[in-house]
């Protein structure tokens, strides 16, 4: 069969250039991102005298001074039974011909869609560089631009139908947190480092750094100014190192030697990034009006770090908090910006949670979604269907939010936030997710953690059975535990308990009597708990207690149970409502599943058919158009009205997919196998904002899917939701 191929026309390492530089980390994402069904493939923009071994991925070559060659690759592509879709990387100097013209009859000849990223777009054009954009864009199916001031100046003064037009940003990079015992584990430990990084050029004008550098050590003597990277080959062929030599000499006359470092090296991404980290503030000082983009400004803001920056539009969009702008060329601005930001340590911090908000939509892993997107809304084929590649099960976040004692609830971004304390939802859901984990992997590591939720457990019973939610960082219950209904933390921590103790011949700890005992004094609590959420969670902890010890008593009592959600739903129900209560909120799917586990250890057909008759009921309302939506948290979705279609959180779909394993399982519907894919997909993007909810860097899952951004706090309810649903799946691949 033949395979589906992406060409991406465009610049590429080893050549060294900001273009070649994203393109590498555009195809990189993409191919990391989906698996089967196609190939992305690269046809390299060579220059004059290239001796460039390039990669095997680099499918074609475009000489790009000679004329007739554009013609030659149009038909070799239109030959190419592969190729579906055409990525086209624009910027004036890579194509040859007056502005590039030469380009015009590659786009005339193709008859392969082309989506053309412009990566500059200049204000008051010359009628021949408007006339050759609109050609670009009348010959493309697409542009893309990076900003919102790009699309509109593309818009109004190039008059480029807007339609036509698509905004997907620069792409960044996740990055990992770091533990830092302290500031001496890090390079230049008793310095403030300011940084500006990148191919070296007159237009960066580093100068005006330089030039505002003695103010600020003058107030700030540990001030020290990194330079890194290597001059830009193009200038380095034309002039050699004038810049370079005129910076050195400006350092010289300003006597600032002691404050300036150059790092002349084009550094590998991870140590950059690692650069990046250590940067107190990054310094921004192109000259460059027009510039529309920097990648190394988005690259600065993923690693978190405040910005000064010249006013391009990339900047006054994405800074929004997270830095400050100054005039081109305005040493005394910039040396004012940074006297300001170093003399407030608060400001700073708050600046580095803002660059880190601001620029996570950008991740890479959007990019792709978004060019993909893209490709298949203009394709319009079966034939295309890019399939999302399953990350790997990863457990670092889960074992970063876990202290000796327990799992911490909250996370600013991906840090723990101990003030937040421990919750037993938290801690059960631990138990639930890492036993799964092991049963899966036998993974080592996992017992010390299994052991420390079951100890955390354990610590919130009462005498009673029942048990407590709030803890604090101190291990002291807070107050609030007796002002709140606790049914559902109870019903979580039977559930916990109950799957812990079915899996008992996977998992021999020194706790075994004590949790069976636990479970066994809980049991008069479940006969008081009225939520129909407590009642399935007790229903789930009793089944799998069951799987191991047939007790005809907790088939009683499960009876029980299940009898009380009939009721509930015989008391609510009708023709278009099929549910427990008159209305949806939180951990719907919990109940049908319940149900249905309660008719399987009963072989009660009642049970069963209104397990499905209300997970039916769900679906309907959930999964639309191909892609679920499950009930916000902002309020109770009621009879007749109309779904809100943001405040999505992981846990629904985490409760969603592990009902639809249940349900395929007992049934074998396809349906339910393949709405059980789509559900999970919802965290790799299949979401209304297709953007990722699951971190693959971190390892954690963001708390939340708004109408328009995504809540990038990755707590502890969240991240345990995605690992439940990721070993769900993983039978399936």
């Not at 397990?611 to 959930?622: I, Q, S, Y």
């Not at 959180?649 to 396809?670: R, W």
């Amino acid at each position: 069969m033949t395979s589906n191929e992406i060409l991406v026309i465009t610049s590429f390492p080893p050549r060294k250039c900001g273009i070649a530089t994203y393109s590498q980390d555009l195809i990189h994402n993409i191919e990391d991102k989906y698996q089967y069904g196609f190939k992305v493939r690269v046809c390299a923009l060579l220059k004059k005298d290239d001796q460039l071994d390039y990669p095997g991925t680099v499918k074609y070559r475009l000489k790009t001074w000679i004329r007739k060659d554009y013609t030659r690759l149009a038909e070799a592509i239109n030959l190419d039974k592969k190729i579906r879709v055409i990525y086209l990387q624009h910027e004036f100097g890579l194509y040859g011909g007056e502005m590039g013209a030469y380009l015009i009859d590659l786009l005339k000849k193709l008859r392969i869609p082309v989506i053309t990223t412009f990566h500059t777009i200049l204000s008051n054009p010359s009628e021949e560089r408007r006339a050759i954009v609109q050609q670009i864009a009348k010959l493309s199916a697409r542009v893309i631009l990076m900003t919102r001031l790009s699309a509109k100046i593309l818009k109004s003064e190039y008059q480029i139908e807007e339609d036509k037009i698509e905004i997907i940003p620069h792409g960044t990079h996740l990055i990992k947190p770091h533990k830092l015992v302290s500031r001496q584990d890090v390079p230049f430990p008793d310095k403030t480092i300011l940084a500006t990084f990148g191919l070296i050029s007159e237009g960066k004008s580093i100068e005006t750094a330089l030039e505002a550098l003695p103010r600020i050590v003058n107030l700030f003597p540990s001030v020290l100014y990194l330079i890194i990277g290597k001059t830009h080959p193009g200038v380095l062929e034309h002039e050699g190192e004038k810049y370079r030599d005129f910076l050195h000499e400006k350092v010289e006359q300003l006597k600032i030697e002691k404050h300036v470092l150059f790092v002349n090296k084009y550094l590998s991404l991870p140590i950059l990034l690692e650069y990046l980290e250590r940067t107190d503030i990054y310094l921004f000082t192109s000259k460059d009006p027009q510039q529309a983009v920097s990648g190394t400004l988005a690259y600065a803001m993923s690693a978190g770090c405040p910005v000064i920056s010249t006013p391009i539009p990339h900047s006054l969009e994405l800074l929004n908090g997270a830095g400050l702008n100054f005039d081109f060329q305005n040493s005394e601005q910039l040396a004012d910006a940074a006297i300001l930001m170093l003399s407030n340590p608060k400001m700073m911090e708050e600046m580095r949670m803002n660059a880190l908000h601001n620029i996570r939509p950008t991740a890479w892993q959007n990019s792709a979604i978004a060019h993909l997107e893209l490709a298949k809304s203009i394709l319009k084929t079966k034939k295309f269907k890019p399939e999302y590649r399953l990350p790997p099960i990863a457990t670092e976040h889960i074992k970063r939010m876990t202290t000796d004692f327990g799992m911490i609830q909250f996370s600013k971004i991906a840090e723990p936030d101990a003030s937040s304390g421990y919750t037993l939802d938290d801690n059960a859901r631990a138990l639930i997710a890492l036993t799964k984990n092991f049963e899966l992997t036998g993974n080592f590591d996992d017992l010390h953690l299994i052991n420390t939720y079951l100890e955390f457990i354990l610590f919130c019973q009462q005498e009673d059975g029942s048990f407590l939610n709030y803890v604090s960082i101190n291990h002291q219950f807070y107050a609030k535990n007796r002002n709140e209904n606790l049914e559902d933390a109870n019903g979580r921590a039977i559930w916990a308990l109950g799957e812990f103790l079915s899996l008992r011949h996977l998992i021999s700890l020194h706790l075994q009597k004590e949790v069976e005992a636990a479970f066994q004094e809980a049991i008069p609590v479940i006969s008081t708990l009225q939520s129909p959420r407590a009642i399935a969670f007790c229903i789930k902890g009793l089944y799998y207690h069951y799987q191991w010890k047939k007790k005809p008593e907790t088939l009683e009592i499960i009876t029980r149970l299940a009898d009380n959600l009939i009721s509930k739903y015989r008391g609510v129900s009708n023709r278009n409502w099929k549910w427990y209560e008159p209305y949806l909120t939180y951990a719907n799917a919990v109940i049908p599943e319940a149900m249905l586990l309660a008719g399987k250890c009963t072989n009660s057909k009642l049970f069963k058919e209104t397990a499905k008759n209300t997970f039916d009921f769900l679906l309907a309302t959930t999964h639309i158009n191909g892609q679920f939506s499950v009930i916000s948290n902002i309020g109770r979705h009621h009879e007749g009205q109309e779904k809100t279609p943001f405040g999505e959180q992981p846990i629904e779909i985490a409760y969603t997919v592990l009902a639809l394993d249940t349900f395929y399982a007992e049934y074998g519907k396809p349906n339910h196998l393949a709405q059980l894919k789509t559900a999970f997909n919802w965290f790799l993007g299949a979401n209304h904002l297709h953007q990722i909810i699951y971190n693959p860097c971190t390892g954690g899952c963001y708390d939340g899917l708004e109408e328009h951004h995504v809540n990038l706090n990755q707590g502890a309810e969240s991240t345990l939701s995605y690992l439940l649903a990721r070993l769900t799946i993983e039978k399936y691949e």
